[in-house]
Protein backbone atom coordinates (compact mmCIF):
# COMPACT_ATOMS: atom_id res chain seq x y z
CA UNK A 1 0.00 0.00 0.00
CA UNK A 2 1.41 3.48 -1.16
CA UNK A 3 0.34 6.52 0.95
CA UNK A 4 1.29 10.24 0.20
CA UNK A 5 0.54 14.04 0.95
CA UNK A 6 -0.90 15.49 4.03
CA UNK A 7 -1.86 13.93 7.39
CA UNK A 8 -5.48 14.07 6.11
CA UNK A 9 -4.95 12.70 2.61
CA UNK A 10 -3.04 9.54 3.58
CA UNK A 11 -5.59 8.67 6.56
CA UNK A 12 -8.19 8.55 3.43
CA UNK A 13 -6.21 7.13 1.58
CA UNK A 14 -6.13 4.49 3.67
CA UNK A 15 -9.43 4.68 4.77
CA UNK A 16 -10.24 4.16 0.89
CA UNK A 17 -8.11 1.17 -0.47
CA UNK A 18 -7.65 -0.68 3.17
CA UNK A 19 -11.81 -0.42 4.57
CA UNK A 20 -12.37 -3.79 4.46
CA UNK A 21 -9.20 -5.34 5.59
CA UNK A 22 -8.91 -3.63 8.72
CA UNK A 23 -12.66 -4.22 9.13
CA UNK A 24 -11.54 -8.15 9.04
CA UNK A 25 -8.92 -6.64 11.65
CA UNK A 26 -11.52 -5.32 14.55
CA UNK A 27 -11.86 -8.02 16.34
CA UNK A 28 -8.14 -9.31 16.82
CA UNK A 29 -7.20 -6.85 19.78
CA UNK A 30 -10.72 -7.91 21.65
CA UNK A 31 -9.92 -11.67 21.30
CA UNK A 32 -5.82 -10.98 22.49
CA UNK A 33 -6.89 -9.01 25.10
CA UNK A 34 -9.42 -11.89 26.18
CA UNK A 35 -6.89 -14.61 25.64
CA UNK A 36 -4.43 -13.54 28.15
CA UNK A 37 -6.78 -12.82 30.50
CA UNK A 38 -6.62 -8.98 30.77
CA UNK A 39 -8.03 -7.60 33.57
CA UNK A 40 -11.13 -5.69 32.78
CA UNK A 41 -10.72 -6.84 28.80
CA UNK A 42 -11.62 -4.42 25.94
CA UNK A 43 -13.85 -2.00 27.85
CA UNK A 44 -11.01 -1.23 30.39
CA UNK A 45 -8.49 -1.21 27.32
CA UNK A 46 -10.81 1.13 25.32
CA UNK A 47 -10.99 3.77 28.31
CA UNK A 48 -6.98 3.92 28.43
CA UNK A 49 -6.68 4.57 24.71
CA UNK A 50 -9.27 7.55 24.90
CA UNK A 51 -7.39 9.01 27.22
CA UNK A 52 -4.43 8.49 25.54
CA UNK A 53 -5.61 10.14 22.94
CA UNK A 54 -3.90 13.08 23.87
CA UNK A 55 -0.60 11.59 23.51
CA UNK A 56 -0.75 10.91 19.97
CA UNK A 57 1.52 13.38 17.58
CA UNK A 58 -0.69 15.84 15.87
CA UNK A 59 -0.15 14.38 12.46
CA UNK A 60 -0.34 11.10 13.21
CA UNK A 61 -4.16 12.00 15.24
CA UNK A 62 -5.46 13.69 12.23
CA UNK A 63 -4.45 10.93 9.59
CA UNK A 64 -6.23 7.77 12.19
CA UNK A 65 -9.52 10.94 12.27
CA UNK A 66 -9.65 10.46 8.57
CA UNK A 67 -8.87 6.99 8.23
CA UNK A 68 -11.71 6.22 10.97
CA UNK A 69 -14.37 8.78 8.74
CA UNK A 70 -13.59 7.51 5.10
CA UNK A 71 -13.71 3.97 6.26
CA UNK A 72 -16.62 4.19 8.67
CA UNK A 73 -14.62 2.28 11.30
CA UNK A 74 -15.07 3.24 15.07
CA UNK A 75 -12.14 6.46 15.73
CA UNK A 76 -12.59 5.06 19.16
CA UNK A 77 -11.57 1.28 18.10
CA UNK A 78 -8.23 2.52 16.11
CA UNK A 79 -7.26 4.36 19.10
CA UNK A 80 -7.12 0.93 20.73
CA UNK A 81 -5.62 -0.65 18.21
CA UNK A 82 -2.70 1.97 18.23
CA UNK A 83 -1.95 1.73 21.69
CA UNK A 84 -2.66 -2.41 22.11
CA UNK A 85 1.28 -2.91 21.45
CA UNK A 86 1.61 -0.67 24.86
CA UNK A 87 -0.45 -1.75 27.18
CA UNK A 88 -0.96 -5.58 26.95
CA UNK A 89 1.90 -6.74 27.57
CA UNK A 90 1.79 -10.51 27.79
CA UNK A 91 5.04 -12.45 27.52
CA UNK A 92 5.93 -12.69 23.52
CA UNK A 93 9.46 -12.35 21.92
CA UNK A 94 11.23 -11.15 18.57
CA UNK A 95 14.66 -11.25 17.23
CA UNK A 96 17.24 -9.22 15.26
CA UNK A 97 20.86 -9.67 13.75
CA UNK A 98 22.56 -6.71 12.46
CA UNK A 99 25.39 -7.56 10.38
CA UNK A 100 27.55 -4.04 9.63
CA UNK A 101 29.33 -3.43 6.58
CA UNK A 102 32.72 -4.65 7.37
CA UNK A 103 31.19 -8.13 7.99
CA UNK A 104 28.92 -8.98 4.85
CA UNK A 105 29.47 -10.41 2.10
CA UNK A 106 27.34 -7.36 0.08
CA UNK A 107 29.39 -4.64 1.57
CA UNK A 108 26.57 -2.89 2.88
CA UNK A 109 25.05 -3.47 6.49
CA UNK A 110 22.31 -6.38 6.96
CA UNK A 111 20.05 -6.14 9.25
CA UNK A 112 17.45 -9.50 10.22
CA UNK A 113 14.67 -9.50 11.70
CA UNK A 114 11.46 -12.28 13.25
CA UNK A 115 8.73 -10.86 14.25
CA UNK A 116 6.68 -12.64 17.01
CA UNK A 117 3.50 -11.98 17.87
CA UNK A 118 0.13 -14.37 18.94
CA UNK A 119 -1.62 -14.97 15.61
CA UNK A 120 -4.60 -16.11 16.92
CA UNK A 121 -5.24 -17.71 13.63
CA UNK A 122 -5.89 -14.37 11.56
CA UNK A 123 -3.32 -12.04 12.14
CA UNK A 124 -0.82 -13.69 9.69
CA UNK A 125 -3.02 -13.13 6.93
CA UNK A 126 -3.10 -8.91 7.58
CA UNK A 127 0.81 -8.04 7.23
CA UNK A 128 1.15 -5.24 5.08
CA UNK A 129 4.21 -3.06 3.08
CA UNK A 130 2.82 0.51 3.89
CA UNK A 131 5.26 2.54 1.84
CA UNK A 132 4.58 6.34 3.45
CA UNK A 133 5.36 9.77 1.36
CA UNK A 134 4.62 12.05 4.07
CA UNK A 135 4.54 16.04 2.64
CA UNK A 136 7.80 17.47 4.14
CA UNK A 137 8.74 14.21 5.59
CA UNK A 138 11.49 11.40 4.86
CA UNK A 139 9.73 8.66 3.09
CA UNK A 140 10.03 5.57 5.03
CA UNK A 141 8.15 1.91 4.46
CA UNK A 142 6.98 0.25 7.60
CA UNK A 143 6.16 -3.82 7.93
CA UNK A 144 2.82 -3.80 9.55
CA UNK A 145 -0.82 -4.39 9.57
CA UNK A 146 -3.97 -2.08 8.18
CA UNK A 147 -4.96 0.41 10.74
CA UNK A 148 -1.47 0.59 12.48
CA UNK A 149 -0.07 3.54 11.81
CA UNK A 150 2.82 3.37 14.19
CA UNK A 151 6.06 1.46 13.25
CA UNK A 152 7.71 -1.98 14.56
CA UNK A 153 9.35 -2.59 11.62
CA UNK A 154 11.12 -0.11 9.03
CA UNK A 155 13.10 1.44 6.79
CA UNK A 156 13.59 5.40 5.45
CA UNK A 157 14.62 6.73 2.12
CA UNK A 158 18.01 7.91 4.08
CA UNK A 159 18.52 4.15 4.85
CA UNK A 160 17.48 4.49 8.47
CA UNK A 161 16.06 1.13 9.99
CA UNK A 162 14.52 -0.04 12.89
CA UNK A 163 12.62 -2.99 14.40
CA UNK A 164 11.06 -3.18 17.91
CA UNK A 165 11.49 -6.30 20.20
CA UNK A 166 9.89 -5.71 23.93
CA UNK A 167 11.49 -6.34 27.32
CA UNK A 168 9.72 -8.13 29.95
CA UNK A 169 11.35 -6.59 33.42
CA UNK A 170 14.23 -4.57 34.13
CA UNK A 171 16.39 -3.03 36.75
CA UNK A 172 14.95 -0.09 37.01
CA UNK A 173 11.77 -0.22 38.83
CA UNK A 174 10.26 1.10 35.77
CA UNK A 175 6.43 0.30 35.82
CA UNK A 176 5.77 -2.30 32.49
CA UNK A 177 3.03 0.10 31.20
CA UNK A 178 2.93 4.67 31.62
CA UNK A 179 -0.06 5.77 30.14
CA UNK A 180 1.46 9.18 29.85
CA UNK A 181 3.92 8.29 27.20
CA UNK A 182 3.65 8.42 23.60
CA UNK A 183 2.42 5.31 21.49
CA UNK A 184 5.40 3.66 20.53
CA UNK A 185 5.03 2.90 17.31
CA UNK A 186 3.85 6.32 16.68
CA UNK A 187 7.19 7.42 18.67
CA UNK A 188 9.35 4.75 16.38
CA UNK A 189 7.49 5.92 13.62
CA UNK A 190 8.64 9.53 14.28
CA UNK A 191 12.09 8.28 14.09
CA UNK A 192 11.54 7.02 10.17
CA UNK A 193 9.90 10.56 9.44
CA UNK A 194 12.57 12.92 11.06
CA UNK A 195 15.96 10.98 11.76
CA UNK A 196 18.35 10.17 9.12
CA UNK A 197 21.31 8.36 11.52
CA UNK A 198 21.23 6.25 14.55
CA UNK A 199 22.51 8.89 16.68
CA UNK A 200 19.11 11.48 15.68
CA UNK A 201 17.22 8.14 16.60
CA UNK A 202 18.52 7.87 19.90
CA UNK A 203 18.52 11.78 20.54
CA UNK A 204 14.35 11.69 19.66
CA UNK A 205 13.91 8.24 22.19
CA UNK A 206 15.85 10.48 24.81
CA UNK A 207 13.85 13.31 24.63
CA UNK A 208 10.31 11.88 24.59
CA UNK A 209 7.80 10.41 27.40
CA UNK A 210 7.74 6.31 26.99
CA UNK A 211 5.02 4.06 27.78
CA UNK A 212 6.97 0.80 28.47
CA UNK A 213 10.20 -1.56 28.23
CA UNK A 214 11.57 -1.99 24.93
CA UNK A 215 14.62 -2.77 22.84
CA UNK A 216 14.83 -0.75 19.64
CA UNK A 217 17.15 -2.24 16.88
CA UNK A 218 18.54 0.65 14.74
CA UNK A 219 21.10 0.06 11.80
CA UNK A 220 21.74 2.96 9.21
CA UNK A 221 24.02 3.34 6.31
CA UNK A 222 27.29 2.81 8.91
CA UNK A 223 26.70 1.67 11.98
CA UNK A 224 24.15 0.32 15.22
CA UNK A 225 22.78 0.25 18.11
CA UNK A 226 20.39 -1.13 20.29
CA UNK A 227 18.35 1.53 22.72
CA UNK A 228 17.27 -0.21 26.01
CA UNK A 229 14.25 1.79 27.10
CA UNK A 230 11.71 2.25 30.08
CA UNK A 231 9.88 4.91 31.47
CA UNK A 232 12.82 5.99 33.13
CA UNK A 233 15.79 5.15 31.51
CA UNK A 234 17.13 5.05 28.43
CA UNK A 235 20.52 3.07 27.54
CA UNK A 236 22.49 2.48 24.77
CA UNK A 237 23.98 -0.92 23.39
CA UNK A 238 26.61 -1.42 21.00
CA UNK A 239 29.02 -4.41 19.26
CA UNK A 240 32.28 -3.58 18.68
CA UNK A 241 32.92 -6.45 16.05
CA UNK A 242 30.22 -5.51 13.55
CA UNK A 243 27.74 -8.23 14.71
CA UNK A 244 24.99 -7.25 17.04
CA UNK A 245 22.14 -9.56 18.33
CA UNK A 246 19.08 -8.48 20.24
CA UNK A 247 16.04 -10.33 21.43
CA UNK A 248 13.66 -9.22 24.42
CA UNK A 249 15.84 -8.51 27.73
CA UNK A 250 18.30 -5.67 28.81
CA UNK A 251 21.83 -6.17 28.48
CA UNK A 252 23.40 -3.40 29.69
CA UNK A 253 24.58 -2.95 33.29
CA UNK A 254 21.46 -0.18 34.45
CA UNK A 255 19.27 -2.38 33.31
CA UNK A 256 19.99 -6.20 32.70
CA UNK A 257 17.20 -8.81 35.16
CA UNK A 258 17.70 -11.83 33.29
CA UNK A 259 19.70 -12.05 30.07
CA UNK A 260 19.02 -15.63 29.15
CA UNK A 261 17.11 -16.00 25.87
CA UNK A 262 18.05 -19.28 23.60
CA UNK A 263 17.29 -17.55 20.72
CA UNK A 264 20.07 -14.70 21.49
CA UNK A 265 22.53 -17.60 22.21
CA UNK A 266 21.89 -19.51 18.46
CA UNK A 267 21.92 -15.95 17.02
CA UNK A 268 24.85 -14.45 18.71
CA UNK A 269 26.90 -17.72 17.28
CA UNK A 270 27.18 -15.36 13.89
CA UNK A 271 30.00 -13.78 15.47
CA UNK A 272 32.13 -16.90 14.36
CA UNK A 273 31.62 -16.60 10.54
CA UNK A 274 34.07 -13.97 9.20
CA UNK A 275 31.59 -12.69 6.84
CA UNK A 276 27.54 -13.17 6.46
CA UNK A 277 25.48 -12.42 3.21
CA UNK A 278 21.58 -12.39 2.67
CA UNK A 279 21.53 -16.29 2.68
CA UNK A 280 23.29 -16.72 5.98
CA UNK A 281 21.35 -13.98 7.26
CA UNK A 282 18.18 -15.49 6.66
CA UNK A 283 19.39 -18.96 7.49
CA UNK A 284 20.02 -17.68 11.24
CA UNK A 285 16.71 -15.74 11.57
CA UNK A 286 15.60 -19.48 10.97
CA UNK A 287 17.22 -20.99 13.47
CA UNK A 288 15.50 -18.16 15.88
CA UNK A 289 12.02 -18.78 14.96
CA UNK A 290 9.79 -19.47 17.55
CA UNK A 291 7.05 -21.50 14.81
CA UNK A 292 3.61 -20.25 15.32
CA UNK A 293 4.29 -17.29 16.39
CA UNK A 294 6.90 -16.28 13.66
CA UNK A 295 4.65 -13.96 11.47
CA UNK A 296 7.11 -11.84 9.65
CA UNK A 297 10.75 -12.02 8.78
CA UNK A 298 12.70 -9.75 6.35
CA UNK A 299 15.97 -9.01 6.08
CA UNK A 300 16.70 -4.67 5.05
CA UNK A 301 19.70 -3.90 3.27
CA UNK A 302 20.04 0.51 4.61
CA UNK A 303 23.15 1.37 1.83
CA UNK A 304 20.95 -0.33 -1.33
CA UNK A 305 17.13 0.61 0.43
CA UNK A 306 16.03 -2.88 -0.29
CA UNK A 307 13.97 -4.95 1.99
CA UNK A 308 13.61 -9.09 1.68
CA UNK A 309 10.47 -10.52 3.36
CA UNK A 310 8.56 -13.17 3.97
CA UNK A 311 4.69 -12.91 5.01
CA UNK A 312 2.27 -15.00 5.25
CA UNK A 313 1.91 -18.90 7.35
CA UNK A 314 4.43 -18.84 10.18
CA UNK A 315 7.12 -19.44 10.54
CA UNK A 316 7.59 -17.02 7.81
CA UNK A 317 11.31 -17.70 8.19
CA UNK A 318 11.14 -21.43 6.42
CA UNK A 319 10.38 -19.82 2.98
CA UNK A 320 12.60 -17.72 1.01
CA UNK A 321 12.52 -13.83 1.29
CA UNK A 322 11.19 -12.06 -1.49
Not at 10 to 21: F, N, V
Not at 244 to 262: E, I, S
Request: glycine content about 8%.
Amino acid sequence: LSLSGTPEQMGRQQGKLGATIAEGLLSYPKELLETIGRKGGWTAHLEIAQKMRAQFPPDHLAELEALAKTANLPEQVLLGANILADAYRARIGCSSLIVEASRSKTGGPLFGRNLDFYALGKLHQYSLVIVYRPMGKHAFASVGFPGLLGCISGMNDAGLALAVHESPASADGSPLFNPDGVPYGLLFRRILEECTSVEEAIKLVQSAKRTTLLNLALCDRRTHAIVEMTPRTVEVRREPDGICVCTNHFRTDRLRFVTYCPRYERLILAKKLDRLGLEEVAAKMHQANQGPLTIQTMIFEPAALRLHLSLGKPPTSARPLE
